[in-house]
């Protein structure tokens, strides 16, 4: 699979990178000009990020962007049900990796707080998002079954959160083969992004973006929903 493989929609662009680095240089210097023309617009800017392994190094360069961070909300599209120390906590990432530099004056809010029940913590969230009325920027990632911001396929709440006109802001998600409840921002919430990245890596990444593109069942693979409004895709082998 190359980059001449690929069939995008219309509304979709898709630039390579030579690695990792290049790309999570490329990346927080867009998102970094992103957030200026916004807050030139407006009073404030939010960025909406999503977690795993993968954003480290574009956490760390945008970290380094000079903007006026503290008119920047922050928020995750998505959150492991964890305590903020344990590694696999994105809240944790953001922390360790973004807040810090220009970036430590942003405002964050963490999608995870404990309080009883999976269920509960959901509620907490979605009341939580009632002041983001829209996200700015959003940056997604995509695994290789086609899920993106823990919208995985046959989740039992998938239905109800890709709804693009839910009611409900976020929801509680299960990962296949992975006992650890989620929380996501719903689609309705997302789809609201007036800019959209997608950031991938690897060739096998590059074939399931392919396999999305050619079908049209979101629930097999959500990220097709993302795919029918304008998005950037940043991409390296």
């Not at 046959?154 to 992975?178: F, I, Q, V, W, Y």
């Not at 919430?189 to 991938?200: E, F």
């Amino acid at each position: 699979m190359t980059m001449t493989d690929i069939q995008l929609p219309s509304n979709a662009s898709l630039s390579k990178f030579s690695d990792g680095t290049e790309l999570a240089k490329e990346l927080a210097h867009a998102v970094g000009e992103l957030l200026r023309e916004v807050l030139a617009n407006q009073k404030d800017a939010s960025l909406t990020v999503s977690g795993g392994r993968s954003p480290i190094l574009f956490f760390e360069y945008l970290s380094r962007q000079r903007l006026d961070w503290s008119r920047v909300r922050i928020y995750l599209a998505d959150e492991r049900c964890v305590p903020i120390q344990d590694l696999e906590s994105n809240e944790g990432l953001v922390r360790r990796h973004l807040l810090k530099g220009f970036a430590a004056s942003a405002r964050f809010f963490g999608l995870y707080e404990p309080c009883g029940s999976h269920g509960k913590a959901a509620v907490r969230a979605d009341r939580a998002l009632s002041g983001l009325s829209h996200i700015d920027v959003l940056i997604l990632g995509m695994g290789d079954d086609g899920h993106t911001a823990s919208l995985f396929p046959k989740s039992p709440n998938l239905t109800e959160a890709l709804c693009p006109d839910g009611a409900k802001r976020c929801l509680p998600m299960l990962a296949p083969d992975d006992p650890k409840q989620r929380l996501t921002m719903s689609f309705s919430m997302l789809r609201t992004a007036s800019r959209v990245i997608l950031s991938i890596q690897g060739a096998n990444k590059l074939a399931t973006l392919q396999e999305a593109v050619g079908g049209a069942s979101v629930d097999d693979m959500p990220v097709r929903a993302f795919l029918a409004h304008p998005m950037q895709i940043y991409w390296c082998p």
